[in-house]
């Protein structure tokens, strides 16, 4: 029999091959469909074997071929946590190939999208599978710049090639501290391969300098504030579909690195990093969905949501190491499953709903939302799942975002069991702040939806939109199925997920399928527990008698007057509540210190005809105070530096032997 890991590299090959397949076909008119369709089998079956080495629990397997280092080779190893996040990664790739093959008719130059698309979905499979530090790093560079060319794949959009830019550079940045990260774990030895590292003694300053460069290199790969600033400029950039990619699954390659250095790698963790990690997800998360609320680009606002659920990952992952550190292991063990839950869960509602804004914007050509409007008459199937995504992120009952955010809550009503007095006011305090961005992320969502598909339509565009394509919608529809199931059978999500916080923490969370019901009982049924089954079948009968009630109670007669405008009627859409108005009182309450958002009124005095007028100014504040300081002292240095090309001879050589004494000098001292 084949091993797992021998099938998961022979997917991948067969991935890099269809790159290929892409390039010769270029061409043809059947290079869409032929290059989706093979990228949909393929990730078919590698979800398979991942979901059955998942569950069947048989053991790490092991592969090694002879290319990369010649004293090293590459090493593959699939274990439960990689199995899990391939399972991530190519329910993830069948979506988009699936949605791709409609959306793919729409491209105006599919030949600078097919042959990204198999080797960013190989990228991702490596990167989860590599065993060693040099494939690590190789891989996962060749995963950032294949999804950079999908990033420029209309590069002559100068947002999208400034977009592309600043990729290029966070995605540079972070391999260097992940190449800064390894070696400190390597140590003077050079052991590069993950065993060695595993079984290798670090020292707790080392431990505290590893963590510090995973979240510099993972945590901007992921989205951690502040080094957000790629996102909401590259996965607006991309083709929808790759933006479903980069930000439901591309994201969790890079959480899936943090986990396997800073869990497995690293060896037994301290509290206070459980701390960093806590705040920095606490911190993320209302950043983001505060960024979030104040856009009005559809694709950007669901982006920015990427953030805050980043952060709300990471929250818990921190929440697992305080408690792993403090020898609270079923706690631990609550808390990681929370954030691979959590994981699992937002690559499907995030998905869905860039393949939602997909279809808006093939449909009406817009991606801004006070353009929109009124969709909900004509993109009625697209409506409907798009509001399933919608409030699944808010995590509303019975989805499955809901029971993620329920888990991570009982992880932190475990705090008063942690013996560090900073952690019994951090834990409670960050536990507010991520019931602060879930009460926002349901007001960011019914915006979204809101402005979106409700309502008039505000453009000739949303006037003449209609529904789209086969294809679009059954991914749509499949994924919208996945957010209900996982919500409302939540106990064998988490069955599934315990061999990984087994492997992980050492601990596992209780059998649930053993539960009444289909209950979810997290510690014990003293403290709580949640059916999502019984909460929908409360939902299906409370509703139903309603509309029993009304079509039996309720008058017969049929009555039609005006749409409700605001205290007057007015026959233009732009009487309408915008996305300006919708989160005004957000904006003024948070605005002002986050945004330094400032109101200008421009009143017309009495007797001109002149109409009155409201700006808003906002700043990023991350971008000026952080960002452009640095880009601002490169170009000095550049300037400076750029004189060097205009040196007489005797200037360079006068240089070069300056430097060479120089360099003997630090020998000397050094030896």
């Known amino acids: 029999m084949i091993p797992a890991v021998t099938q998961q590299i022979w997917c991948v090959a067969a991935l890099l091959g269809t790159t290929a397949l892409a390039i010769a076909t270029s061409r043809s008119r059947q290079s869409t469909s032929i290059v989706y369709g093979a990228t949909f089998a393929i990730s078919l079956i590698a979800l398979a074997g991942a979901v059955i080495s998942l569950i069947s629990g048989t053991g790490a397997t092991e592969l090694a071929l002879p290319i990369g280092l010649p004293w090293l080779g590459s090493h593959f190893r699939l274990d439960a946590l990689a199995a899990f996040f391939l399972v991530v990664v190519n329910l993830g790739g069948a979506a988009a190939s699936l949605y791709g093959l409609g959306y793919g008719s729409h491209e105006s130059a599919p030949q600078r999208i097919l042959p990204f698309f198999p080797a960013f979905l190989a990228g991702m499979n490596l990167v989860v599978l590599a065993d060693d530090a ?106 929808s579909h790759v933006s479903a990619l980069m930000s439901g699954v591309m994201t969790k390659v ?46 950007r606002l669901l982006a920015y949501s990427t953030i805050e659920n980043i952060g709300v990952i990471f929250a818990s ?89 329920w888990l991570m809550f009982q992880a932190v009503l475990q705090s008063p069991d942690l013996p560090q007095w900073l952690l019994k006011i951090m834990v409670p305090a960050v536990g507010a702040l991520l019931a602060l961005a879930a009460a926002l992320a349901a007001a960011c969502f019914v915006k979204a939806f809101g402005i979106t598909f409700l309502g008039r339509a505000r ?64 510690i014990a049924e003293s403290r709580s527990s949640y059916n999502g089954l019984l909460v929908f079948a409360f939902i299906t009968a409370a509703a139903s008698l309603a509309v029993y009630f009304i079509h039996r109670f309720a008058s017969r007669a049929i009555r039609r007057g005006p749409a409700w405008g605001c205290g007057f009627s007015d026959p233009t859409p732009a009487a309408q509540y915008s996305g300006v108005s919708f989160v005004q009182p957000i904006r003024r309450v948070f605005g002002t210190l986050v945004f330094q958002a400032r109101e200008h009124v421009d009143m017309p005095a009495p007797g001109e005809l002149r109409p009155a007028r409201l700006r808003v100014d906002m700043h990023d504040l991350v971008w000026e105070r952080l960002y452009t300081p640095v880009t601002e002292l490169v170009w000095f240095f550049a300037d400076r530096l750029n004189q060097l090309q205009f040196l007489t001879i005797r200037r360079y050589l006068s240089l070069v032997f300056a430097t060479l004494v120089t360099l003997l000098l630090a020998l000397a001292i050094w030896s």
């Not at 403090?326 to 706690?331: E, I, P, R, S």
Request: hydrophobic share 60%.
């Open 317 to 405: 992952l921190g929440l697992a190491l305080a408690f792993q550190a403090n020898g609270l292991g079923l706690a631990a063990a609550l808390a990681l499953t929370a954030a691979l839950f959590h994981v699992l869960n937002h690559s499907f509602f995030k998905s869905l709903l860039f393949f939602g804004a997909g279809a808006v914007l093939t449909s009406t050509g817009e991606r801004d939302m006070e353009k929109l409007g009124g969709l909900i008459h004509r993109m009625p199937l697209t409506s409907f799942v798009f509001l399933v995504g919608c409030v699944a992120i808010s995590a509303l009952p019975p989805f499955n975002g809901f029971v993620s955010e």
């Open 134 to 239: 040099f494939t690590y790093l190789l891989c996962w560079e060749f995963m950032s710049l294949v999804s950079w060319a999908l990033v420029m794949a209309h590069h002559r959009d100068a947002d999208n090639a400034r977009a592309g830019y600043v990729y290029l550079v966070m995605a540079s940045f972070g391999t260097l501290a992940l190449l800064l990260a390894f070696g400190l774990l390597a140590g003077a030895g050079g052991s590069y391969s993950f065993a060695a590292i595993r079984a290798a003694r670090h020292t707790p300053s080392e431990a505290a300098l590893v963590l510090a460069l995973m979240l510099l290199g993972a945590g901007s790969k992921a989205g951690l504030i502040p080094l957000h600033v790629w996102l909401p400029l590259a996965h607006p950039a991309a083709p």
């Open 254 to 299: 890079a959480i899936y690195g943090f986990i396997r250095v800073v869990f497995d790698l690293l060896g037994p963790p301290s509290w206070s990093a459980g701390v960093v990690v806590l705040i920095l997800g606490g911190a993320t998360a209302v950043m983001g969905i505060l960024y979030a609320l104040m856009e009005k680009d559809l694709k």
């Open 459 to 522: 453009s000739r565009a949303a006037e003449a939109a209609a529904e789209v394509d086969r294809y679009s919608l059954a991914a749509m529809f499949s994924l919208a199925v996945l957010c209900f199931l996982a919500g409302i059978l939540p106990g064998l999500v988490i069955d599934a997920l315990s061999p990984v916080a087994q492997a992980v923490i050492g601990h596992r969370m209780p059998l649930q399928a053993e539960d009444p019901w289909l209950s979810i009982v997290p």
